[in-house]
């Protein structure tokens, strides 16, 4: 891998920063170069990722995958071109997905100052949940549990009615203070604490500290309770409404239950538009905070 100071940034159509990667994957070996030139052309870019693949040549396998990525400030890394010419068509889909997560696994080099505080996000965090779990599992606190004397952490008992709990706690503190505070929650076998969790402008590589630290403490799932600006259909701008979201998450990174509340200002003040409702179940999955699963670890 070349130097740091090699990888160049560049800013998509949408004002987002990013860097270029020539991604070259056999079987399940990833090689990564830095790719963004002033001047270049498509020519050149093809003469540049050929060269990259001579040294492969002499490799039997025909699962080989070529193309260009793309790793966001955000954190996210998404496929830019595919030299279909030298990509096998079969293992094509999975080696682009080895590209990107190998990809996303080089933020911190790029972007260290992310990097320091995400890993310091996920040893205070793993460190105040194991601290918890550690209480929790002395049998004499969770007699005092049982007889009421200490208030129980979050259980997954039913998910949908937690969910709606914690939000109608959020909103009173939301009409209140006209501003609200981000929550998560890790769910072990000792329940969970919900605990501030701001999400920054690079939000999926929050979201990938997040799965870290789900996976580290063998989190059941994670509950999440964030607001957000809702906007118009067609033209994308904000339509002066506001949301309260609360999710519960699965290891696979699907979405098992979740709430909404919607809100309107007027004159200064906010008032509830749509009270809270709770979906138990979905199908849906979000895109925040990835799988953390044992079974979603391979590719």
Not at 213 to 227: C, D, H, S
Not at 264 to 271: D, I, P, S
């Amino acid at each position: 891998m070349n130097e740091v100071a090699k990888f160049m940034i560049a800013t998509d159509d949408d004002g987002e920063e990013y860097t270029s990667l020539i991604a070259l994957v056999i079987e399940r070996n990833v090689e990564l170069t830095p790719f963004f030139c002033d001047g270049d052309t498509p020519t050149s870019i093809t003469n540049r990722a050929e060269a990259f693949l001579g040294r492969f040549e002499s490799h039997p396998s025909d699962r080989k995958y070529l193309g260009i990525v793309r790793l966001y400030r955000t954190g996210e890394a998404k496929a830019d071109s595919t030299l279909e010419a030298i990509t096998s068509s079969v293992f094509g889909p999975r080696c682009q997905k080895l590209a990107l997560q190998t990809a996303e696994a080089l933020y911190d080099q790029i972007w260290p100052v992310v990097g320091e505080f995400s890993e310091q996000f996920v040893r205070d965090t793993v460190l105040a949940i194991r601290s918890r779990d550690s209480v929790n599992r002395n049998s004499r606190v969770q007699e005092a549990v049982e007889r009421g004397a200490i208030g129980p952490w979050i259980q997954s008992t039913s998910m949908g009615e937690l969910l709606r709990k914690l939000l109608f706690e959020e909103e009173k503190q939301l009409l209140a203070n006209r501003a609200m505070t981000q929550k998560i929650g890790f769910l072990t076998n000792y329940g969970a604490a919900m605990m501030v969790a701001y999400v920054p402008y690079e939000k999926y590589r929050w979201g990938r500290a997040v799965a870290e630290i789900a996976r580290k403490v063998n989190a059941l799932e994670i509950v999440q309770i964030t607001g957000g600006f809702l906007r118009d259909a067609e033209s994308g701008e904000r339509n002066g409404q506001e949301c309260l979201w609360g999710l519960v998450i699965k290891p696979d990174g699907s979405i098992k239950a979740s709430a909404q509340g919607v809100y309107a200002r007027e004159n200064g003040e906010l008032r509830v538009s749509q009270e809270i409702t709770v979906a138990e179940t979905s199908v849906e999955k979000q895109f925040l905070i990835p799988a953390w699963g044992a079974d979603n670890e391979s590719a």
